[in-house]
């Protein structure tokens, strides 16, 4: 293996060199298992992009959705390094107030406000769209970070099934609401943190939306995450020549608080079993946010395109069908109820 200068740093950051380790332990794994070698590379088992961009952020404002832990924390933290404006919106304000003042030990300097957002209601995200606008008026990177996976079977308080509600829904109207501020600010940039199980869905089940009569926590997760993607694509082709950049990403699998519903819609243990004996395989949140970096602050990012491991990725068939993105598009400004002002 060459190191050179630029990179050798790394060796004494234990995080990369922690996934160098990684590698050697998945080429192994990936030698006895030659056909899934693409499902490791993929989920970053094998490789394990760096965003390298040295950009400043200065006078910049950024949203990070759910930064009060996991890829989110990670995302905001460097951010505020670069020089931005982070406003953390979580639901949960004492969480959140930690997490600022963890980030505010590792940079003093930062310019942190945490906002209350709770994405399963639209309420909510109508409250935080409105109490935003009136203290800011610029908003450079939206980062749509925040998602729920695996989770029990629950309709949220405006009636949609939890995953499609948080992680699509609640994403959707937000940006909507904040569109107007962010074509203000162009060239600004939206970024949707999709997953690379959008694969695993083909459909919006239209007809059961709500998995009323068979639910699977996976088939709730897999779809939100293809949703994800299919918003990208409607939002980059409805946003063509604004300077308003709409990119989707799969951030590798990441050891964070994520499948903290594993027990519950599984089998009592599986949570523990899944961090305690898959941590090894898995991205630290550092190196979970790179492609989020990536994203926010690489010049070549292209707009309607995904991202995986700090490249541009590929997508399944599904997530690509216009017609879909279009269809589920409408639906959601009905679901939403956006007012015509905010529709493009
Ligand atoms: N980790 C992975 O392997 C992986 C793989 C592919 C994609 N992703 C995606 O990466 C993103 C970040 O996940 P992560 O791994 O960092 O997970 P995480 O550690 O669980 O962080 C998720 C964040 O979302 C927040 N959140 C959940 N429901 C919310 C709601 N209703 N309103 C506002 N915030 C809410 C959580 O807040 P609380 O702490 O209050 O719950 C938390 O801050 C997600 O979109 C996920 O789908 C992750």
Known sequence: MIISGNDAGFLWDFEWWGSRERL???????????KKLIYFQEMGWITNGKC???????GKVVIVTGSNTGIGKYTALDLSRRGAEVIMACRNLEKAKEAEADIRKRVPEAKLKV?????????????????????YDSLHILINNAGVMFHPWELSKDGFEMHIATNHLGHFLLTLL??????KCAPSRIINVSSIGHRLSSSMRYDDFNYERSYSSIGGYTRSKLANILFTNELARRLKDTGVTAVSLHPGIVNTELPR????????????LYTNLGWWLMK????GAQTTLYCALEDSVESGLYYDDCAV???????KDPNMAK???????????LEKDYQI
């Open 24 to 34: 050697v332990l998945s080429l192994v794994r990936a030698c006895c298992h030659n």
């Open 52 to 58: 390298h961009s040295t950009k400043r952020l200065d």
């Open 115 to 135: 906002m209350h957002l709770d994405l399963s209601s639209l309420e909510s995200v109508r409250t935080f769209s409105k109490d935003f606008l009136a203290s």
């Open 178 to 183: 904040l569109l107007p501020l962010l074509r």
């Open 261 to 272: 519903h594993l027990s519950d819609s599984f089998f009592p243990g599986a949570y523990w």
């Open 284 to 287: 630290t949140p550092k190196q």
């Open 313 to 319: 990725g590929t997508t399944s068939a599904k997530s």
């Open 327 to 337: 269809e589920l598009w409408e639906k959601s400004v009905e679901w939403v109820k």
